[in-house]
């Protein structure tokens, strides 16, 4: 497929809404060369690329930026990755889904969490290969009694999700999304201000002309965790009626909602900025949501391209991570384990035990991708150079050190695996005492598995607009594919 070819493929995806697997091509002109050789001698990755494959890394960014402008919540993104899904041949697995080889399922986990799953040649219990990351993001939440006045406004209260930078939620445009659930066991969709025709929410700053006493608090002094509340309303109503009460009116009446309905709802407040290119060379995505979004989408698409792989495949989508992998949708809850059992059932009938099942755990590999600071222009020196990942230069393997790494072993079969696909990478190690971070790694590696951390280097993750580098986004893409491929 030609160059010009693949970019009218690509528009056509995104016109008729879907995001479909990326064209043979990407997966058959590797890079020239790796961006880091032997040596640790590193380059930057677009140095690395022929015209045509600098020609799909923009094709795939538009793919991703229409995706990321869907995709603006874990449910959301459930909703999304099962419609590519059902597009690609895969269907919901089902307790007599037969296991044959090249087989294609979901599983949707109470529409929060999804795995996707490509059975393969081999016996489920000589292990599996999964690629793990999660779909929350940092954002506002709303409480569940939120509605009230002050000021002759009407606001909402809310909590966080994820760690945040407070003042840099203020005075940017905020869309409310997610879903109301009610007695009666309907449930409503919610998704205001993502439309240019919609209105949007804002939490206003303090002018500078009115800020005497505030300049010289600390940013984390600024502004309180109870201060984050939007306002969502101005105009009073007739008769002595509060603004927060034509809030509720307008609730009822264009959506059947009452304030009880609000205490079974799961409302999010997020930046309502679409994904751009960033910089006159366009190298470069502004998004909400990339820590870790980014990730996931990498993760779906290469699992969508890969035939009948030789290891069963499964690509496993988690939420809360941000807050620590709780709650029966995140990577703490028994539900992966229990895919597990559900896939080795099915094979197997009443022949399965559970010995198989810790059996297939213990013999299987995985990667749990996810996002990481990059080293910052502004700031260098937060990262020791020799180990700080830079955007640009490819896939970063995240070595903390003090037991928490992959074993080496392990680690020497991750590097065959991306210099046998030409994919650059390079390292991560924070520096020492004074950063830290994690993924959804730990909770698999408890489970007895081959597990390591690997993403790529993102500036500003945990705002409400981050940035990441097209090329990083695509190998990326192209290192889950040669894992799920190994």
């Not at 993750?461 to 889950?480: E, F, G, M, Q």
Request: hydrophobic share 35%; net charge negative.
């Amino acid at each position: 497929m030609s160059g010009n070819n693949y970019t009218k493929y690509m528009k056509t995806l995104l016109i008729s809404g879907l995001v479909a697997a990326v064209s043979s091509m990407i997966l058959g002109t590797p890079a020239t060369a790796a961006a880091c050789n032997e040596n640790m001698d590193c380059k930057s990755a677009w140095l690395t690329l022929t015209p045509e494959q600098k020609a799909e890394i923009f094709a795939f960014g538009e793919d991703y930026k229409a995706f990321m402008d869907k995709a603006r919540s874990e449910l959301t993104f459930v909703t999304e990755a099962i419609k590519i899904a059902e597009t690609n041949g895969f269907k919901p697995l089902r307790d007599d889904s037969p296991m044959t080889p090249g087989a294609r399922y979901y599983d949707n986990n109470r529409d929060r969490a999804v795995s996707l799953i490509v059975v393969g040649t081999d016996d489920l219990s000589s292990g599996i290969h999964v690629i793990g990351s999660h779909i929350d993001s940092p954002r506002l939440e709303l409480k569940n009694v939120p509605l009230y006045s002050k000021g002759e406004f009407a606001l909402f209260q809310t909590n966080y999700h994820g760690g945040m930078k407070r003042h840099q939620w203020t005075n940017i445009p905020l869309a409310l999304i997610g879903r109301v659930d009610k007695k009666d066991g309907t449930t409503v969709q919610i998704n205001i201000g993502m439309d240019e025709n919609d209105p949007i929410f804002m939490i206003p700053e303090v002018s500078p002309h009115t800020d005497r006493g505030y300049g010289n608090k600390t940013v984390a002094e600024h502004l309180s965790a109870e201060d984050m509340d939007p306002i969502i309303a101005h105009i009073p109503g007739e008769g002595g009626d509060t603004v927060s009460d034509q809030v509720e009116t307008y609730l009822k009446t264009t959506f059947d909602i009452t304030r009880g309905d609000l205490v079974s709802a799961e409302l999010l407040l997020v930046p309502a900025m679409k994904s751009r290119d960033m910089g006159f060379d366009r190298g470069l995505i502004a998004a909400y949501g990339q820590d870790d979004r980014l990730a996931s989408y990498t993760n779906v698409r290469a699992i969508l391209d890969i035939d009948t792989p030789t290891k069963t495949a499964i690509a496993h989508l988690v939420d809360n991570e941000e807050v620590g992998n709780v709650n029966n949708t995140g990577a703490k809850s028994q539900y992966f384990s229990n895919l597990i059992s559900r896939l080795i059932e099915a094979k197997m009938g009443d022949d399965m035990r559970e010995s198989y099942v810790r059996r297939a755990l213990s013999n299987s590999r995985m990667i749990s991708i996810d996002v990481n600071p990059g080293i910052n222009p502004m700031r260098p020196n937060a990262w020791e150079p020799l180990n700080g990942p830079r955007l640009g230069y490819g896939v970063n393997l995240k070595l903390y050190g003090r037991g928490f790494n992959a074993n080496s072993e392990y680690i020497a079969y991750i590097r065959k695996t991306l210099d046998d696909a030409s994919v650059p990478w390079q390292t991560a190690t924070y520096k020492v005492g004074t950063a830290g971070g994690g993924t959804i790694g730990g909770e698999f590696s408890r489970q007895d598995m081959n597990v390591i951390d690997f993403g790529v280097p993102v500036l500003s993750i945990h705002t409400p607009y981050a940035v990441s580098a097209k090329v990083d986004v695509w190998n990326l893409y192209r290192a889950c594919y040669a894992f799920f491929k190994k």
